[in-house]
């Protein structure tokens, strides 16, 4: 899946080592940090299929740091960085990616038995749904107009990814998905049964972390059977049981 994903990326213009967007000059104007697309997370566990194959879609990649140089942008060396050479224990457990494995965690240890927060890592993907970084101040979100060109990469993107399951995270992410699916069912307002490249996918929307309140509402303790983070991960393990190559 890594190699076929640095296919599609080159395909798209959208290759940290090859990048040909013909969105640049517009999406650059005015950036002294401009940098070119970041590919997505996509963890060993996640290509191997033997776990549902469940996706994070957020915002654009936010940091500039010299580890995410053009070579290290790449799939190959995205997916070494996050399982390899990122200390999960240093993570702010009030920030973005902590919570990403939090919430990744409550899904997949219905499908991985023993499974730690900390190794959550090895069995989800994580994709922006803008793939460049403006470079702004303290990681502040990219402008809309790149959200709105990179809608056009992102079909390629999720044909190559065939995730099981999508979490949006933050209101772009949540229009990218709305502009290229149709809804087959709602389970709840912010579950819905999408279909996708002719392939029925459990989406599930999230309030990025940056928005508190949202955010620490939706995964609070309700009624006081169980947290919204467990309730989610429940209706994930009812959707992909009903599957059939994850039946039985």
């Known amino acids: 899946m890594i190699d076929e994903l640095e296919s599609t990326y080159r395909r798209q213009g959208i290759l940290a080592?090859?990048?040909?967007?013909?969105?640049?000059?517009?999406?650059?104007?005015?950036?002294?940090?401009?940098?070119?697309?970041?590919?997505?997370?996509?963890?060993?566990?996640?290509?191997?299929?033997?776990?549902?194959?469940l996706l994070f879609l957020s915002l654009d990649p936010g940091s500039t740091d010299e580890e995410f140089g053009p070579e290290a942008r790449l799939p190959s060396q995205v997916r070494k960085y996050e399982e390899f050479t990122?200390?999960?224990?240093?993570?702010?457990?009030?920030?973005?990616?902590?919570?990403?494995?939090?919430?990744?965690?409550?899904?997949?240890?219905?499908f991985v038995p023993g499974l730690v927060i900390g190794e959550a890592?090895?069995?989800?993907?994580?994709?922006?749904?803008?793939?460049?970084?403006?470079g702004k101040a303290q990681n502040a979100k990219a402008n809309s107009i790149l959200f709105q060109n990179c809608r056009?990469?992102?079909?390629?993107?999720?044909?190559?990814?065939?995730?099981?399951?999508?979490?949006?995270?933050?209101?772009?992410?949540?229009?990218?998905i709305e502009s290229i699916s149709a809804v087959i069912a709602t389970l709840e307002p912010k579950v819905k049964v999408i279909s996708l490249e002719g392939r029925e996918i459990l989406w599930l929307h999230t309030y990025h972390p940056?928005?508190?309140?949202?955010?620490?509402?939706?995964?609070?303790?309700?009624?006081?059977?169980?947290?919204?983070?467990?309730?989610?991960?429940?209706?994930?393990?009812e959707f992909i049981s009903r599957q059939e190559h994850y039946a039985g």
């Not at 999406?27 to 194959?53: H, I």
């Not at 992102?154 to 229009?175: C, F, M, Y």
């Open 17 to 53: 080592t090859d990048f040909t967007c013909r969105h640049k000059n517009q999406c650059s104007a005015g950036c002294d940090k401009f940098n070119e697309a970041k590919s997505a997370f996509v963890s060993s566990g996640y290509a191997s299929g033997a776990v549902p194959r």
């Open 86 to 110: 990122r200390d999960f224990a240093r993570l702010n457990k009030a920030r973005h990616w902590y919570r990403t494995h939090q919430l990744a965690w409550y899904i997949l240890k219905r």
């Open 121 to 134: 890592r090895m069995y989800f993907a994580h994709a922006n749904s803008a793939k460049c970084n403006m």
């Open 152 to 176: 056009s990469h992102l079909p390629a993107e999720l044909a190559t990814l065939r995730p099981d399951v999508i979490v949006t995270q933050g209101s772009e992410a949540k229009w990218a």
């Open 210 to 237: 940056r928005y508190f309140k949202g955010f620490y509402a939706q995964m609070a303790v309700r009624s006081n059977i169980a947290t919204g983070w467990e309730l989610l991960a429940d209706q994930v393990f």
